[in-house]
């Protein structure tokens, strides 16, 4: 009996699409793994940091010299008795004036040093803070709500802040008009979270007060001031040669260089906006942690909630790192669409212009290549960093692409295109990661071009009709 057999129809090239688009998204869910891969390294990463500094010091935060002088006022209080009837009462408090300076020079040497836990690394540094600051009472003191008949100077205070009281190891001196004083723990200003050192001030009041100051501060990742009262001018140098500068203000002039950096800040009252005498203390202010904003913990022993005023505004100083791996690679990652769509439209043009036939299996496999660059680029770069993991990561998946292109395209003049267009894709990637503000520019180029060649590679492509065709074929 005569046997026929018919070939399956192939499939046109719209359909081809369709599949080839199907791929793609189902690529997505492993893209989006290793997304969470990245993010979850980082999170480790910045675990062994805190490890690293926990026994080191924090971010500093530094503030002062404020004069504390306690007074006594008589306030009204009011309270509900008995039938709904309000009464009041005159009562005797106790608060606290709080004297910024007229002017305070503040001169800062910050020496830094990496640390490492495994293959993880922290930035720690000390610092040595030395300053000169001047003190004088307003003459409209009364207009201030008080009276210098209420000061109690036998307990004034001259006070200093460092938010982390365990970097504090150098050591700290407080002179007044030349007088050494003698220094005590604790009692902070609210803009370092209470914590710091402060001495008893021999001063009336009375003449110009000059106080000079110096201590040693150790601590990890940034380093930031509090200005207040009248002239600000700050003084910072280092020998490292990625700073960032943030905060509420930037230095009037700064020079960085591969030999370190040197910046110069200079800040008045009118840019302060604050008093030169308040009963309320600055709080602790809003500063950059490198993962948003946060507000300095407060450990207070002298002072209630409703003494601390607004947030005290930041000069910060940052030792990052050269490069930051966790935030290139995740970038990287975000890049997967276009290596994935890149690719697979090579694929898929050799397939319906070219005569090659690719099955979605081979689409498969070649999208599982494309995004295990990033886990080994992830991988590589936690111990030979970013740059020596780029090359290595990519050469690796370009070699096997391109031997599995030669199968897959039945010729190595088509592989040899794939190896051209995924070194060029490589390449550019990294020149995307290198120019950060270019790079949507550079990528909506990229996209335009690819488009118009697609356009023009297909411009005689039937989209609905069915491909080639086997003749059926009859045999007795």
Known sequence: MPEISFPSPERSPGIKLLFVAIVAAVLTIPLLLVYALVYDRQSQSQTAQAAINAGWGGQQVIAGPVVAVPYRSVETQTEQVAGGQSVSRSVEVERTLYISPLANRVVTRIDPQERQKSIYKSVLYTARVEGAARFAMPGDLARFGVSAEQLQWDRAELRMGVSDARGLTGGGTLRADGRVLAT?????????????????????????????????????????????????????????????????????????????????????KLALGQPPVASVDLGPPQVDTGAGAAMVAMDRTDATPAEIGAPGRALTVGLVEPVDLY?????????????????????????????????????????AGLVLFFVLLLAFAEVIGFTAAYVLASAAIIGLLTAYSAAVLKTWKRARFMAALLVGLYALLFVLLSLEAWSLLIGAVLLFAALAGVMYATRNVDWSAVGRREEVSASA
């Not at 290139?328 to 319906?352: C, E, H, P, Q, W």
């Open 184 to 268: 005590e723990p604790g009692r902070g200003p609210a803009a370092s979270g209470g914590q710091g050192f402060f001495a008893f001030l021999p001063w009336s009041g009375e003449g110009e007060l000059r106080v000079d100051y110096a201590y040693g501060v150790r601590g990890s990742g940034a380093l930031t001031l509090v200005p207040r009262g009248g002239a600000t001018t700050w003084q910072v140098s280092s020998p490292w040669a990625s700073p960032s500068f943030t905060g509420s203000f930037l230095p009037d002039r700064r020079q960085v260089s591969d030999d370190g950096f040197t910046a110069r800040y200079l800040v008045n």
């Open 327 to 367: 935030s290139k690679v995740d970038r990287s990652v975000k890049y997967g669409f276009l290596f994935i769509g890149f690719t697979f439209l090579a694929f898929f043009l050799f397939d319906v212009v070219g005569g090659a036939r690719v099955a979605a299996a081979e689409y498969l496999l070649t999208g």
